[in-house]
Every structure is written in C-alpha cells, then in structure tokens.
C-alpha cells in the first residue's frame, strides 16, 4: 500500500512541471487526494458496500472537485492534474500511467445496464475539458486535445484533437502532441 502511494507521489512530480517537493503533493494536489480516497470507495464497491462507496465518492466529489464512480476500474500512478470537474463514470476502465487534466468527462453514451463509457489503454493523456462519450477505446499512448470531442476509438500512439476529434497529422512532433493535450 505504501509503495502505491509513494508511486503515486512520483508521478506527481514527473508529471507536473509546477510540483516542487514531496510534501507539497501530499498536502496539496486534490487530483491525487481523489485517487487516493477512490481506491477506499472502490475497495468498498467491491467488497459489497455500495452505499458507502457511492457516499464516500460524493464526499470525494464535494472535497476535490473530482467525481470517480466507485465501480469504475482505475489502473496504477493515475495521475489528475488539477482535476476540478474531472468525471469518470461507472464503467469506465482507466489504464496504468494515465494522465487526466481538469475537466475531462469519461461519460456514458447509453441509459442502459451496460458498458457504456470509455476505456483508456496505458500512457495515455487527455487535454483539459475533453469530453470522451460511449464505449470507445483510447489505445495505449495515445493523446486526446483540450476541448476535444471523442466518440470513436483512438488507435494506439494517435493523438486527436477537435470537435469531433480527429487524428492531427502523423508528422507532427512529441512537442506538438504534449502540446495538444497540455492546458
């Protein structure tokens, strides 16, 4: 448990340019506080405590800003920067080393009892208030712009940007691409 936070800690200050210290993360980072408080929430959902989960995931909500639904499946050093209006719905399925700024919606595109929102591969990044709707798939390394719109898979190693997202040119630099995503 221990080595799990402190990977987490890690990421935030390789992730995050502004980060300076350890204990400034710790103290300060509500993406990483809404992590942290998720894993409890979603050891709960699993343990079949719904209604505590789904109660600690409001107290999260109101806390950070963040709302993650406690049966969503989150992978290691999750990493959201800023996180104020960052949603992650219930059948979401989030990868390993994952990047998310503020405002990103993994969002349900359907009213029924099933998969129904995204699911994103390892090392992916999505840009501030990018909106990801219905049960695509975001491919291992792959990129989504600020502002974007993504309702269709994204191949591995793409970046998309726009509304709706569509691939920015392959020819386009490592920069442009941490660019795109960078708020």
Do not use: Q
Not at 16 to 21: I, L, S, V
Not at 48 to 59: D, K, Y
Not at 70 to 88: E, K, N, Q, S
Not at 125 to 150: C, K, M, Q, Y
């Amino acid at each position: 448990m221990f080595e799990t936070l402190r990977d987490d800690v890690r990421t935030a200050l390789a992730k995050d340019p502004a980060a300076r210290n350890t204990v400034e993360v710790v103290l300060t980072y509500p993406g990483l506080h809404a992590v942290w408080l998720f894993r409890v929430a979603h050891a709960l959902f699993e343990g079949g405590f719904p209604f505590a989960a789904r109660l600690l995931s409001h107290v999260i909500r109101l806390l950070t800003g963040v709302e993650i639904h406690p049966a969503a499946d989150v992978g290691d050093r999750l990493f959201i920067d800023h996180g104020m209006g960052t949603v992650v719905g219930e059948t979401a399925e989030i990868g390993d080393d994952v990047l998310l700024y503020h405002g990103v919606t993994l969002g349900g595109a359907s009213m029924r009892r099933e998969k129904r929102h995204p699911t994103l591969g390892d090392d992916v990044t999505v840009g501030a208030d990018a909106t990801l709707l219905g049960p695509i798939t975001v491919g291992d390394g792959a990129t989504v712009g600020a502002g974007s719109v993504v309702v269709e898979d994204v191949p591995p190693g793409t970046t998309v940007a726009g509304y709706p997202a569509k691939p920015i040119d392959d020819r386009a630099t490592d920069d442009t691409s941490r660019r795109a995503a960078d708020c």
